[in-house]
């Protein structure tokens, strides 16, 4: 299984970002899908989750209302729309993806996901 995340880059405060991820190698809906944050010095952190049918979702208290993250089963790809953005939003997102195809998205833990993309930056200037 592969994971390309894409989609960071520079934004203002109070703007907004899409970041997509594409699976690739194995079958996209058996897996929940995962996004996760990194930011310097700080711990990788949870941000959202989604169902492999999409149905349900989570998220994480700071995400929750600015963020909506979705699929496209039909493409492979996940999507991550953040928006009013934070200068705490600056991170380094990763996607994930967690086999199963669990009818509820509620995992938040790293240990959680098998598959890793390698990140992209969001940079978010105030």
């Known amino acids: 299984v592969q994971l390309q995340a894409s989609g960071g880059g520079a934004a203002q405060a109070g703007g907004s970002l899409r970041l997509s991820c594409v699976l690739s190698?194995?079958?996209?809906?058996?897996?929940?899908i995962g996004w996760f944050r990194q930011a310097p010095g700080k711990e990788r952190e949870f941000v959202a989750t989604i169902s492999w049918s999409g149905a349900s979702t989570y998220y994480s208290d700071s995400a929750n209302g600015r963020f909506t993250i979705s699929r496209d089963n039909a493409k492979n790809t996940a999507y991550l729309q953040m928006g009013s953005l934070k200068a705490d939003d600056s991170a380094v997102y990763y996607c994930?993806?967690?086999?199963?195809?669990?009818?509820?998205?509620?995992?938040?833990?790293?240990?959680?996901?098998?598959?890793w993309g390698q990140g992209t930056l969001v940079t978010v200037s105030s």
């Open positions: 994930a993806a967690q086999p199963g195809s669990f009818t509820y998205a509620t995992s938040r833990s790293a240990a959680q996901y098998m598959y």
């Open positions: 190698g194995r079958t996209f809906t058996s897996y929940n």
